[in-house]
């Protein structure tokens, strides 16, 4: 490329660059305060307020660990975040599933994947299974939040994420007004096309916040039921406190 050409380019890009984020300022998606270069997706004050769980340094079983208590094997369980209303991680969750940023999900599945790498936490783990949305949910979404999710971590551990194995078959209603047990029932049928065997040892289911752990104990029995030896566990951005 010759010399005023690339010259052209750059200014042009400049141009542009300096008209788009006039139009469509960086803003941090909890404050809308304008982030600054350093800061993507959240001002470095709010990701200061983001409730880290520690659970890649704990000695002692986490919450986490317990919501499967007595339900369904599982070997180990992460959460990155605690979910709080009203607060920066709420605003995460939002974001993620409506407001239309998967980057959002790659960039939270970095963060994951940086503290479960730098802590030797979940290290033998071989694939990841996102939990599969409705495909007609995911056609309306545009993406996959617990896949996006995935695909971040996936690429700072180096391990493949194992896609299309299971499919969401029948589409939930919100779990918000039923009980545990209505939840259950309502999430016990859910899942199927797992016929194909997982070709790994052990995996991690990657959802975007635990509650009741209904949806996740599904999906586990699904994969045990086809692949009876296989080792679940599970790795979440966020569990309900
Ligand atoms: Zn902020």
Known sequence: MNKPFRKFKENTKLFFGGFFHLIFPNLCLSCSCELSRSEEHLCHFCFAQLTFTYFETAHEPSPLDKVFWGRVPIQKTYALLYFEQDKPSQKILHALKYQNKANLGIFMGHIIGKKLKENNFLCDIQAL????????KEFLRGYNQSEKIAAGISKI????I???SIKKIKHTESQTK???????????AIFGGTSRAIPFQHVAIVDDVVTTGSTIEALSRELLANNPELKISII???IAK
């Open 129 to 136: 299974i996102p939990v599969p949305l409705h495909p007609k």
């Open 157 to 160: 551990l180096a391990i493949p």
């Open 236 to 238: 979440s951005l966020a």
């Open 178 to 188: 039923k009980d545990r047990f209505q939840r259950w029932e309502n999430v016990a």
């Open 162 to 164: 194992v896609q299309k």
